[in-house]
């Protein structure tokens, strides 16, 4: 039998890095995404050799162990043996091998909450295959505590639970792992708009957003007032943000957007580079009222919010850069996971 699941990769609108410890412990963080075409997916298939096989399709990556509870971590499919390992803790089972296979639709570190979002794929096709009773809030509480506590990567709340939730959402983040998605009923009209204007730019730079994701908090335990502001900020801006798309208040969206940009560069060193300013202005430049570096910044995806039909003159704009315009849609679906 096959099992097969697959989880929406999103995009952060408004108050990006406040789902990250200790700001949201200490002050609680608000964060506005939308899930996109773009998906993590994941395949189980059993093969009754007494192997495990781990694939990672896109990237060309493979591993085969004997049958073991507990798969070595060595930076080499790490996410993948996480997962695995974490479920056979949990909920162990015996099997006769079976094969795990993976495919992201977007690049590792490109700011689409890649990595999260893999695991919560993951975590569906055993959920799928061992019939696990795990609901929404508690598959993607168990897919942060497998990339925060097991694996220890650094990194926030948000994408875990956009990738199992799926849509709009209006999330709230406060201590002890406490999160509250809000889902949004925007008419339908006001999405497609925004949908429209929306423009999906990847620079062709991926980064490392653990290192700016461990000096954001840093700088919160130190107490480095600038950049705890920046986030206070961003947190009204995501509130902002959702007046805005419930009301349909498209024009401010632009605004909204580029009120982020300016604080989100206070908040850690490399969040903003030379690249990053320059691909910016050009865009404004060109038509552009606002955007925003998606995920924690350095490289990856960028956003622009272009109203009207300027996104034509946007997209001419930036091509001098070598980056690539990607096609997507909102989705309001999350994980979804099946056998056949």
Not at 171 to 198: A, C, G, H, T, W
Not at 295 to 300: F, I, Q, R, V
């Amino acid at each position: 039998m096959i099992h097969r699941s697959k989880a929406p990769l999103r995009v952060g609108l408004a108050g990006g890095g406040t789902d990250v410890s200790p700001y949201c412990d200490e002050f609680g963080g608000a964060i506005l995404n939308a899930t996109i075409s773009l998906n993590a997916n994941a395949t189980i298939e059993r093969t009754n050799d007494g192997k495990i096989s781990l694939e990672a399709l896109d990237r060309d990556e493979s591993e085969v162990f004997s049958w073991a509870d507990t798969l070595p971590l060595n930076g080499h499919l790490d996410l993948l043996k996480g997962v695995y390992n974490r479920i056979q803790k949990d909920y162990p089972f015996t099997n006769e091998g079976f094969r795990l296979s993976t495919y992201v639709d977007a690049p590792a570190g490109s700011g689409l909450g890649t990595s999260s979002t893999l695991v919560v794929a993951i975590v569906g096709a055993f959920v799928e295959m061992l019939q696990l009773p795990l609901g929404e809030y508690d598959i993607a509480h168990y897919a942060y505590e497998i990339e925060r506590s097991d694996l220890q990567l650094a990194g926030g709340r948000q994408d875990q639970y956009a990738a199992t939730f799926g849509g709009v959402n209006y999330m709230e983040f406060y201590s002890d792992d406490k999160v509250i998605v809000n889902p949004l009923r925007i008419r339908q009209r006001y999405l497609d708009e925004l949908e429209n204007n929306l423009l999906l730019y990847y620079t062709s730079t991926s980064r490392e957003s653990a290192k700016i994701i461990i000096e954001q908090s840093k700088n919160v335990t130190d107490k480095k007032s600038q950049s705890i502001e920046a986030m206070h900020q961003l947190k009204h801006q995501a509130q902002m943000m959702k007046e805005a798309l419930l009301k349909g208040q498209l024009d401010e969206i632009g605004r909204i957007l580029n009120i982020g940009f300016e604080q989100k560069r206070r908040m850690a060193a490399g969040i903003n580079n030379q690249l990053i300013d320059t691909i910016y202005e050009t865009a404004q430049k060109n038509g552009a009222s606002g955007g925003k570096i998606s995920g924690a910044g350095g490289g990856g995806f960028m956003i622009f919010y272009c109203p009207g039909n300027t996104k034509y003159k946007v997209r001419a704009s930036l091509e001098q850069f070598g980056g690539q315009y990607r096609n997507y849609q909102f989705v309001k679906h999350g994980l979804k996971t099946w056998t056949v």
